[in-house]
């Protein structure tokens, strides 16, 4: 059995390889299979996005407390019982023909799968020797950037020449297999023994987790209010619906602001203190942006090329070719980092980013233009996810892995959840009272000013101590 702190890479493949295959295929294929769903069920686009923005609002809310389960109960077995949930929930969806009870299991699946992924990270962080960690977790997104070459291509294969809910079988099949995979780990728990640091702080945030196990259930079930109800009033909002808009946006800012004061109150919150601390937040909120520009990216592109009447397996295709340029990112990214800081590599990403952009605002009725555009841009993408993750990952000790393993899926889904309600409703609105590329131009127009915010909060990342005299290098943070 592997034990704490003794694992080599090769030894957490099985972890590495198999979550991420298992979480990204569902979430992949949900997203190329939304036209599909759209029209086998007689949907509208604003109602239809609800079955993926279920999910992430499921993610975002649930990230962090079930990392805190895994420090109750082990992180391997709370890992196998979130891969069981996943299994049942994406296999009854194979059968499902009732939207509301579909939403229902892909909110659940939505749980499971976050606790998985905040479960694995916390694995990552503690399994490997601690002098080992910086590497694995940049391997780690090496190999994901692999796997998302080759999961497109597969599952807009099975939309195209099959069935989208053949997906769920498969998804199905690899949640079991993960969950018989887990038992070659070491089922350990958080040590308070094994657990201190040099940092008096975090050595009184490892008593309170020690001793004080309280699981945020307030939190989470304002968080999950919040964000719903955030996300509902863009759909009402589109459907012309305003007094239920007003009335749904006004309960999101209440759930926000009441969110709060319970995190201020609660023993173990699912917004700890320590993530609003510079420069922890910047990268959380970057993380957060981050997806919230690709989600729509990837929404866009595969609407208007369904537009352009290019079947899924084209859209597979470019798909899988922009996770390529994603690899090339993940592998060429830490070379760069030896010589520049972070912090500019980042901010010179937003700068292609924004260009791509313009671009595609340009050669938006050319297919193959587009989709060029789409993989090329996507590549520096594939950079800030590269440095962002690295930065969220390392941002506390090993010891304190289970504080922050939730949040790179908390920030990541929150990103989604709004981007895909916000920019739907945009884009529906416009069309129609516009016209139906200018509604996309209108969509890469608002992404462009999220862009330049994000470049300007990039430069105030500061500069780690470890990389203080590399281009770039400005004051250092520790």
């Not at 992430?56 to 420090?71: C, E, K, S």
């Not at 537009?307 to 295709?317: D, H, L, P, V, Y």
């Not at 050669?363 to 841009?377: E, R, V």
Request: proline share 3%.
């Amino acid at each position: 059995m592997i034990k704490k702190y003794s694992a080599s890479f090769v030894q957490m493949l099985p972890l590495l390889l198999g979550t991420y295959f298992t979480i990204v295929i569902d979430e992949t294929v949900t997203t190329l299979s939304l036209p599909q769903i759209q029209k086998e069920l007689n949907l509208t686009p604003e109602v239809t996005q609800w079955f993926a923005s279920i999910y992430y609002i499921a993610n975002a809310a649930f990230a962090v407390p079930m990392t805190h389960i895994g420090d109750i109960f082990g992180y391997r077995r709370c890992l196998q019982m979130f891969f069981l949930i996943a299994c049942v929930t994406q296999l009854s969806t194979y059968f499902l023909k009732n939207f509301i009870v579909m939403l229902v299991f892909r909110f659940v699946t939505g749980i499971a799968y976050s606790g998985a992924n905040s479960t694995r990270n916390a694995l990552v962080m503690q399994l490997p020797a601690k002098q080992s960690t910086e590497k694995y977790v940049f391997n780690t997104t090496i190999i994901n950037s692999f796997l998302s070459i080759i999961l497109p291509i597969m599952g807009s294969s099975i939309v195209t020449y099959g069935n989208w809910r053949i997906i769920y079988l498969v998804a199905a099949s690899c949640s079991f297999l993960m969950f018989l995979s887990c038992f070659m780990y070491e089922n350990f728990k958080l040590e308070l023994i094994e657990a201190k640091s040099e940092n008096e702080e975090n050595n009184m945030l490892l008593e309170v987790e020690q001793k004080q196990y309280k699981f945020d259930i307030w939190g989470m079930i304002v968080i999950a209010v919040a964000m719903a109800t955030f996300c509902l009033s863009f759909t009402l909002m589109s459907n012309k619906q305003y007094m239920y808009f007003g009335i749904s946006f006004g309960v999101s800012i209440v759930s926000f602001v009441g969110l709060y004061f319970v995190e201020k109150h609660a023993v173990c919150p699912i917004l700890p203190a320590l993530i609003f601390k510079r420069p922890t937040a910047l990268v959380l909120y970057l993380n957060g942006q981050l997806f919230f520009l690709t989600t729509a990216f990837n929404w866009l592109v595969p609407q208007i090329l369904n537009k352009q009447n290019r079947n899924s397996m084209f859209a597979g295709i470019m798909t899988g070719i922009q996770a390529l340029f994603c690899m090339m990112a993940a592998v060429i990214t830490p070379q760069i980092r030896k010589k520049v800081t972070s912090r500019l590599i980042i901010l010179v990403s937003f700068v292609f980013v924004l260009i791509g952009f313009a671009v595609m605002c340009i050669i938006m009725k050319n297919s193959y233009a587009l989709a060029a555009t789409y993989i090329l841009t996507f590549y520096f993408f594939g950079v800030q996810i590269q440095l962002l993750y690295v930065f969220m990952m390392l941002a506390v000790p090993p010891e304190l892995s289970s504080t922050m393993a939730g949040m790179p899926t908390c920030s990541r889904t929150i990103g989604q959840s709004i981007s895909l309600c916000l920019y739907s409703a945009i884009q529906s609105i416009v069309e129609k009272n516009v016209g139906f590329y200018f509604s996309y131009q209108v969509v890469l127009i608002i992404m462009s000013v999220f862009a330049i915010f994000g470049l300007f909060l990039s430069w105030l990342l500061g500069t780690p101590k470890k990389e203080e005299g590399l281009i770039g290098s400005g004051k250092h943070i520790e």
